[in-house]
């Protein structure tokens, strides 16, 4: 049986906290941090391509490495990728790692080579991140994840969906505590020759970061972007040029050469011109996109259902310079996409100066790059080498980056509708603009939306306050429950999950067991077991004495008190200290402080010192001699007919005992009346006539002789005597009960008898 009750909770940790470390307001070194609950998660962990070195790192000594339990990658370019070696093992990080599988399977092609070209040559040590053995060490930490699955890792629960912008690139919705955040990455809306459209997560989203590379741009249609593409190159060629189009050594460029594949089969006039694509990492990694056709649209699987549409007919493979014929008209694809260095920037080095070659760029270009530059057309441009050389190859642009353009990006926020949306992986003013367009769309469709464009290691801050729900289950639930009902149990909290159970359910619903926890601490103590018993009685009431082991006659065997049937004291003869332990709980162990706080201040009490202050008899008692009881030797009882059969043996001149059987029936009844006949004293007056207090007697002392006195004293044991008489605070070991004179009537009143 279930039921559910609210429990409002107010928490710092209630702030959730997104801060770039890369990718805000700028494009490249994709990284972005999500810290809520004390779970910490990083999105993307990429280098930035305008840069080398550290400076090309996201902003790590924003946080601690060892604070992020997760690391989710979305795709393997290198702005999203490339730094995850050198988080891995060049920092303190010590959480998990996730991709999907192409992803992982690209991702180590990819990342040996970058340390390959990035590695070589006149590179300096600070430059160099890491090397072949880090990346192969990452590597085997990286774990997977299939598109919708999910996985919880501490209360960190994530689920990866297709993303449309390279093969096995993935959004991600990650929930902390009920709060679901939308990472979409790189990400497009458009199915293309071999990639399916992203999709929609369908779940509800409560912050949504999305990508703003194009920001306010709306792409031509598919078709038609693709007819301008392929004029552009054939006008290259057919007019005998070399036409160059620097790419990604994977993503983008598969789909650039299915179109060119399939032009060249329409177009006989082109065969005899070559198709070259300049990779030495291009055929290995094909063999990824064959093994996962399976993760590619209807329209390629149905072409594998015949034959490979990743075999080329047109197409060659370059795997060095030295090895290129450089004769007549040819198509070049080269990496790297953006100029930087490589094979594409040799190339162009050697054909920007002929008029009849082309340049065509097919993806976004980051500011800081030669191609960035390039599409402002510069006269001349700088060589690798320094050197300056007039540049009058053409120059075109046409965009073949998966990402999402304006219509897109918009029509997919309205469908996940998320009340705060957080543009990453877009320049400062593409991305304001961005965010002009989308707050003039969402008051005129009346969505609540908050935007927020942060820099690079700016925080956006939000505050998640709300009603947590708790079920109780089991014993606790109850039909018919009202409002304000009290309901007892024990609240279990797991990963921000909230159950009531009672202690009888823990182990059927939690598997938990109660252990319960056995407290024992040792207090020095030095006086007497007659002086403790007095002062845990005057603070207790009620004790429960046992004697633990030998009972013989002067046996040293442990005296063990029992306080609200919860915490003992161990009292031994002969030693300096006692013990006290107890099962530990809210209330046991308050009583075991205080018990302990007596004991420490037992000597120095006021009432200690009375007791043991000089007596009316001359005799001078100290806490080091006061009478010890012998409790077996003591005749401890707890009945009538005994304390009279001790009172007969012991001091049978002093004391006459009536055993008038009309006693022992008064008690039977339980009347309460005088007892004055069951002891008196040599035909004197009988204690009860004498004593009028419930506490103390107050007895003349020449109704009593000294011996008497002391015999008293050390069988019940008897406090000390008063100025003014003889104050008898005797102790029934047997009951733990002080009482306050050998007076039947008392003894019976203190529930001593019966």
């Not at 279930?2 to 070194?29: F, M, S, T």
């Not at 993307?44 to 060892?66: K, N, R, V």
């Not at 040559?121 to 072949?132: F, K, P, R, T």
Request: aromatic share 10%; proline share 4%; charged share 20%.
């Amino acid at each position: 049986m279930k039921h559910n009750i609210e429990i409002p909770v107010e928490n710092d940790q209630d702030l959730l906290k997104i801060k770039p470390l890369g990718a805000g307001q700028e494009v490249g070194r994709s990284c972005i941090v999500i810290e809520y609950k004390n779970k910490t998660v990083m999105l993307d962990c990429g280098l930035h391509p305008a840069y080398d070195g550290l400076a090309s790192l996201p902003f790590f000594d924003e946080i601690d490495p060892a604070s992020v339990d997760v690391l989710l990658v979305t795709h393997f370019h290198v702005d999203h990728a490339a730094a995850v070696p050198y988080f891995l093992e060049k920092t303190d990080f010590s959480g998990r790692t996730f991709m999907t599988h192409p992803t992982k399977a690209i991702f180590r092609w990819l990342l040996s080579d970058y340390v390959r070209v990035s590695n070589s040559g006149s590179v300096s040590d600070q430059d160099i991140l890491y090397n072949e053995q880090d990346m192969a060490n990452a590597y085997s930490k990286i774990e997977v994840i299939d598109y919708h699955q999910q996985i919880e890792i501490n209360g960190i629960k994530f689920s990866a969906y297709n993303a449309g912008h390279v093969l096995g690139a993935a959004m991600f919705v990650v929930e902390i505590a009920g709060i679901k955040i939308l990472y979409t990455g790189d990400y497009s809306r458009e199915e293309d020759r071999h990639l399916m459209a992203a999709e929609n997560p369908r779940e509800k989203i409560d912050i949504m970061i999305t990508e703003s590379t194009y920001g306010v741009q709306s792409f031509e249609p598919r078709i038609e972007k693709e007819a301008r593409f392929t004029k552009m190159v054939s006008d290259v060629v057919l007019r005998g040029g070399r036409c160059l189009m620097p790419v990604f050594a994977l993503g983008r460029t598969q789909e650039l050469l299915l179109i060119l594949e399939e032009f060249w089969n329409k177009h006989k006039e082109l065969e005899p011109i070559p198709i070259y694509f300049a990779s030495a990492l291009a055929k290995r990694c094909m063999l990824v996109y064959q093994t996962y056709i399976h993760m590619m649209n209807s329209n390629i699987q149905k072409l594998y259902a015949t034959s490979n549409p990743f075999i080329f007919k047109h197409i060659s493979y370059l795997t060095s310079v030295s090895h290129f014929d450089d004769v007549g008209p040819c198509v070049m694809l080269a990496s790297p996409g953006m100029l930087q260095s490589g094979v594409s920037r040799e190339f162009f080095d050697k054909w920007a100066p002929d008029r009849r070659n082309g340049l065509i760029l097919t993806g976004y270009s980051v500011e800081g790059t030669l191609a960035r530059a390039i599409l402002s057309e510069p006269a001349e441009v700088t060589t690798l080498q320094g050197l300056k050389i007039p540049r009058r190859m053409t120059i075109n642009y046409i965009s073949f980056s998966a990402h999402v353009d304006y219509t897109q990006n918009s029509e997919f926020i309205d469908l996940v509708s998320p009340s705060s949306l957080v543009l990453v992986h877009g320049e400062q003013g593409t991305m304001n603009r961005l965010k002009s367009a989308l707050s003039s769309r969402f008051i005129e469709k009346q969505m609540s939306v908050t935007i927020y464009t942060p820099r690079n290691t700016e925080s956006v801050r939000l505050y998640f306050r709300g009603e947590k729900i708790a079920r109780m289950i089991g014993k606790v639930a109850v039909e018919n429950i009202q409002q304000d009902s009290i309901v007892e149990g024990i609240l279990v909290e797991q990963n921000y999950s909230y159950n009531l159970y009672s202690s009888l359910d823990l182990n059927e619903f939690e598997g938990i067991k109660e252990v319960p926890i056995k407290q024992m601490i040792t207090v020095p103590y030095y006086s007497t077991l007659s002086l403790l018993l007095f002062h845990l009685q005057s603070m207790y009431g009620f004790l429960d004495t046992k004697i633990s082991g030998d009972k013989s006659p002067n046996s040293d065997s442990p005296v063990v008190i029992t306080i609200f049937d919860s915490v003992q004291i161990i009292y031994t003869k002969n030693t300096e200290s006692v013990d006290v332990q107890w099962v530990s709980s809210t209330l046991n162990d308050m009583v075991a402080d205080s018990v302990m706080a007596l004991l420490l201040n037992i000597d120095s009490s006021p009432a200690s010192v009375k007791i043991t202050s000089e007596s009316c008899s001359g005799h001078t008692h100290t806490h080091t001699h006061i009478h010890k009881p012998d409790i077996e030797n003591s005749g401890l009882v707890s009945g009538k007919e005994e304390t009279k059969e001790f009172l007969i043996n012991s001091i049978p001149e002093n004391f006459c005992v009536n055993k008038d059987a009309d006693t022992e029936m008064k008690e039977a009844v339980g009347a309460l009346g005088d007892y004055t006949s069951d002891i008196s004293f040599l035909g004197k007056e009988n204690f009860s006539s004498i004593t009028q207090t419930f506490n103390y007697s107050r007895i003349d002392p020449s109704f009593l002789k000294t011996e008497i006195f002391e015999l008293l004293s050390e069988q019940f044991p008897a406090v000390e005597f008063s100025k003014d008489g003889v104050s008898l605070d005797l102790i029934s070991e047997a009951n733990e009960l002080p009482f306050a004179s050998i007076n039947t009537q008392n003894l019976v009143k203190r529930g001593v008898w019966g």
